[in-house]
T-cell receptor, first 118, second 113 residues
């Protein structure tokens, strides 16, 4: 079964608008973390934001915020005031076993391509 | 700059050959993860090393192997290369007990011809 599901293959938004990229996850581990990464056409993976399963507040980093709904197992990324430079592929990922020494690998969704137009 | 360094950035090689990809993690990070990104398979976890020891294996082929050295840099060895091995190979590092971070290198784009 897929552990990370991103149902939107592509999203289109105009500059200065807000956009929400969907992500649902599946885990039975109570200690997990959710990550969002941006991959522009140049290929690098840029870390955007992190949310821990025990965090009470939704994570925010500048124009990025994570809408974390634990009961629904969703961790949507909200980008406010979109810019042309936001055009990229966005990946949602999960790490189980947060807090364990050595850590565990990230499990990725298939990604959503965001296109921002002027 | 993530602080994770991967070399080389690009690699073109022929089928049947062997290549080595190198990764230097962020200063102080003990964990190194290798991932493969291809168009058909997406981002797949290959292998995880922690402080020199193998911790977990993902979808890593037997023709592939890795190691982490005492200075914590890691190498991914790919042998008997096939056309289907063409992909972007990423290394990521994380550290500390909380492991809330995972920073990626710029990747090595491997093309097998």
């Amino acid at each position: 079964a897929q552990k990370i599901t991103q149902t939107q293959p592509g999203m289109f938004v105009q500059e200065k608008e807000a956009v929400t990229l969907d992500c649902t996850y599946d885990t039975s581990d109570p200690s997990y973390g959710l990550f969002w990464y941006k991959q522009p056409s140049s290929g690098e993976m840029i870390f955007l934001i992190y949310q821990g399963s025990y965090d009470q507040q939704n994570a925010t980093e500048g124009r990025y915020s994570l809408n974390f709904q634990k009961a629904r197992k969703s961790a949507n990324l909200v980008i406010s005031a979109s810019q042309l430079g936001d055009s990229a592929m966005y990946f949602c990922a999960m790490r189980e076993g947060i807090g364990k020494q050595a850590g565990t690998a990230l499990i990725f969704g298939k990604g959503t391509t965001l296109s921002v137009s002027s | 700059d993530s602080g994770v360094t991967q070399t080389p950035k690009h690699l073109i090689t022929a089928t049947g050959q062997r290549v080595t990809l190198r990764c230097s993690p962020r200063s102080g990070d003990l964990s190194v993860y290798w991932y493969q990104q291809s168009l058909d398979q997406g981002l797949q976890f290959l292998i995880h090393y922690y402080n020199g020891e193998e911790r977990a294996k993902g979808n890593i082929l037997e023709r592939f192997s890795a190691q982490q050295f005492p200075d914590l840099h890691s190498e991914l060895n790919l042998s008997s290369l096939e056309l289907g091995d063409s992909a972007l190979y990423f290394c990521a590092s994380s550290g500390g007990q909380i492991n809330t971070e995972a920073f990626f290198g710029q990747g090595t784009r491997l093309t097998v011809v």
